[in-house]
């Protein structure tokens, strides 16, 4: 199974950019599909964007369509969280997760990292 470490995490100004990364460390990287979900205070985790186990599908949340891209690297067991156009309303701590058939579930999950984003 991997180990999950996210970094990038940061403050930045409404309309700026942070690229997340999400590093990971044992198991066979390249077959999970990777996911990047968030939690702001005082609400539920919420699903923000995933990609298949080649990089050729992804997925994302309305909320950030059109502003965060998902991208992964196998050879360096890299996914990564392009985020261009940061609101407040983006602030949270940002998770990556790795999901592997026959588990239907995201499976293990990173510590977090914080991305505040002010007004």
């Known amino acids: 199974q991997v180990q999950l470490v996210e970094s990038g995490g940061g403050l930045v100004q409404a309309g700026g950019s942070l690229r997340l990364s999400c590093a990971a460390s044992?198991?066979?990287?390249?077959?999970?599909?990777m996911g990047w979900f968030r939690q702001a205070p005082g609400k539920e985790r919420e699903f923000v964007a995933a990609?298949?186990?080649?990089?050729?599908?992804?997925s994302y949340s309305e909320s950030v369509k059109g502003r965060f891209t998902i991208s992964r690297d196998n050879a360096k067991r890299m996914v990564h969280l392009q985020m261009n156009s940061l609101k407040p309303e983006d602030t949270a701590v940002y998770y990556c997760?790795?999901?592997?058939?026959?588990?239907?579930?995201?499976?293990?999950w990173g510590q977090g990292t914080q991305v505040t984003v002010s007004s």
């Open positions: 997760a790795a999901k592997r058939p026959p588990n239907l579930n995201y499976d293990p």
């Open positions: 044992g198991g066979t990287f390249s077959t999970y599909a």
């Open positions: 990609i298949n186990w080649r990089g050729e599908f992804t």
